[in-house]
């Protein structure tokens, strides 16, 4: 098939939940990818903070390959040595002992939520269950996950949503203790709110929710499915805040683009699930966690974790450079390799000339450009994408000015 013959197909044949870009994607390298007419972009979006590595690592494809050769599936009532080794690495380097492994974001999510709500059943009663999330949080599309989000543009229309959760304002410590009851048994934040726009709390916001979560004998669950594993400059971005979860989900970079996800908690947590309470036929598959182990590996052994910290440093210095030259970028945020820009214009439209000067960004919202690129990018990739927003910036239409007189009818 031709592009446009891939385009049109897909229109037809895929469900219609996307809004794509007007480009077929056939191969990747590093920070750039390349289109099935050849051309190149640098990737700014990394599939959305999942390619972490950078597209087709040699050491994971070597590892994928490898383990496609042995054993590509088996059931999780057996044991596989990738998927050992991966939960260890994740153990020994955070706060948790044990880790379930499922294959995406909402159901680790899926998984913490469960998880809470067995663990209150079992230490506070029967009827303790509800779970506080933030405003403008993201934590998933499945019907748990969707309504633990709390953007009413996810929910509309999948009414009745799950009962058990309630809403607080992020960032606000005040709000949230006004918003616990005697049924409250979790608080479940993102360390930085992704989807909802880059949102950075202040320093000692996460403190304050931990201190909450002890004083009342509540569960922290953290979201680190986009923020986790060398994104924001430190393994996992509760480090910044200097505290940690009772439970913690992944997904996204953790298998560098195969399908993996994992909620880890600790001892005193994860006793609430016992065999049979919870499971995932794909969970931890050997493939998976064997590119798992390697993106662990990577983070740890070879440095990427201090690059992403460098790198991230740098770029949101150049995007502090392009906002003092231009007027219409209102607001840059962000931690290491996961920032965003906000815009007086809307943020699409920069997205689309982005990508016709050979760019990949997206917008988180409307008026929020957000970068999540590999996290091995480098200085010249960064300064070419600044360079590019610079002259997409120059060339975008003024705001017209309101022009003086009376007012027209
Ligand atoms: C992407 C994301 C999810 C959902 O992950 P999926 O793999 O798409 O299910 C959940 N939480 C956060 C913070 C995310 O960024």
């Not at 598959?285 to 991230?312: D, F, I, T, W, Y």
Request: hydrophobic share 45%; proline share 6%.
């Amino acid at each position: 098939m031709d592009p446009t013959q891939i385009m049109e197909a897909c229109q037809q044949h895929i469900a219609n939940t996307y809004g794509r870009q007007p480009v077929v994607l056939t191969r990747g390298e590093g920070c750039r990818v390349w289109d099935a007419a050849g051309r190149s972009y640098l990737d700014f979006v990394a599939g959305i903070a999942v390619v972490g590595l950078g597209h087709c690592h040699p050491k994971v494809t070597a590892a994928i390959t490898a383990q496609a050769q042995r054993l590509v599936h088996t059931s999780n009532l057996y044991y596989t040595e990738p998927q050992v080794e991966l939960a260890a690495l994740l153990t020994r380097h955070s706060f948790a002992d044990r880790v379930f492994f499922c294959n995406s974001g909402a159901e680790a999510n899926e998984a913490a939520i469960k998880l809470a709500r067995k663990w209150a059943k079992a230490h506070r009663g029967p009827d303790c269950y509800e779970i506080i999330t933030m405003e403008h949080s993201f934590h998933g599309r499945t019907l748990a996950t969707v309504t633990a989000t709390g953007q009413a543009k996810y929910q509309q229309g999948f009414e009745p949503l799950m009962p058990g959760f309630r809403y607080a304002p992020f960032n606000d410590l005040r709000a949230l203790e006004a918003a616990l009851a005697p049924q409250t048994c979790a608080i479940m934040v993102e360390p930085i709110q992704g989807e909802g726009g880059v949102n950075v709390p202040a320093p000692d916001y996460l403190k304050g929710v931990r201190g909450l979560c002890d004083r009342r004998g509540l569960l922290l669950i953290l979201d680190e499915v986009q923020t986790g594993l060398g994104r924001t400059g430190r393994l996992f971005a509760h480090e910044h805040f200097g505290i940690t979860p009772d439970i913690m989900t992944l997904a996204k970079s953790i298998a560098n683009g195969l399908p993996l996800g994992a909620m880890l908690a600790t001892d005193a947590a994860a006793s609430a699930f016992t065999p049979g309470s919870h499971a995932s036929t794909f969970g931890g598959n050997p493939v998976a966690c064997a590119a798992g182990v390697v993106v662990l590996k990577q983070l740890l052994e070879e440095g990427l974790l201090e690059h992403s910290r460098k790198m991230g440093e740098y770029f949101l210095g150049r995007l502090q450079e392009l906002r003092g030259r231009h007027s219409l970028v209102r607001d840059v945020r962000g931690k290491g390799l996961m920032l965003g820009l906000e815009l007086e214009v809307e943020a699409k439209t920069v997205v689309a000339r982005a990508l016709e000067r050979g760019f990949l960004v997206n917008n988180c919202t409307d008026h929020v450009l957000r970068f999540v690129p590999p996290l091995v990018v480098t200085e010249a990739e960064v300064d070419a994408l600044v360079a590019a927003l610079d002259a997409i910036f120059l060339d975008l239409p003024r705001p017209v000015p309101t022009p003086a007189g009376p007012a027209r009818a």
